[in-house]
């Protein structure tokens, strides 16, 4: 890895998933944004492959395909000489996934999302990313899973292209 030079950027993302919001086999939405100095750098915005029982499960796997972007980006910024400013900020709605990522003594209650689950706890045990509560009415993301109404799309657009 090249030595970094320059000044560090500060990585944020929006994560959020609109649960079962496809009719016909009722799999989630999953929406994320990727920030670089408050710049929108990356969007992703798709039909998760697994059909979730819970909004909780559904959330987890968004986060968890966020931390994998993430990963992947920091390692890129690093490989062309980028420093890095700490780990990347990311922004849930979900605030029982805040606190399984977050706190450590948590514990899983179902092994269906383990996988996700111990994906995200690595990577904030890591250093990769810290997870923070950002209410459902200001997260940038759901623009990307959900149709709103006029108003509240024109503020969260406002928001991303400030």
Request: hydrophobic share 35%; proline share 4%.
């Amino acid at each position: 890895m090249p030595e970094a030079l320059g000044k560090s950027v500060q990585v944020n993302f929006f994560c959020d998933a609109a649960h079962a919001q496809d009719l016909l086999n009722r799999r989630s939405q999953t929406g994320i944004l990727i920030f670089v100095n408050g710049s929108p750098i990356r969007w992703y915005s798709k039909r998760q492959n697994t059909v979730e029982a819970s909004a909780y499960g559904s959330e987890y796997t968004a986060l968890r395909i966020a931390g994998e972007m993430i990963e992947a980006l920091r390692y890129k910024l690093r490989m062309m000489g980028v420093a890095l400013d700490g780990p990347a900020n990311g922004f849930v709605d979900n605030e029982s996934v805040v606190f399984n990522t977050t706190i450590p003594s948590s514990c899983l209650k179902k092994k269906h999302n383990s996988t996700n689950y111990h994906k995200t706890r690595e990577l904030v045990a890591h250093g990769v990313m810290r997870i923070c509560h950002e209410p459902g009415v200001t997260n940038s993301a759901d623009v990307l899973t959900k149709g709103l109404s006029g108003p509240h799309h024109k503020k969260i657009m406002s928001q991303i292209l400030h």
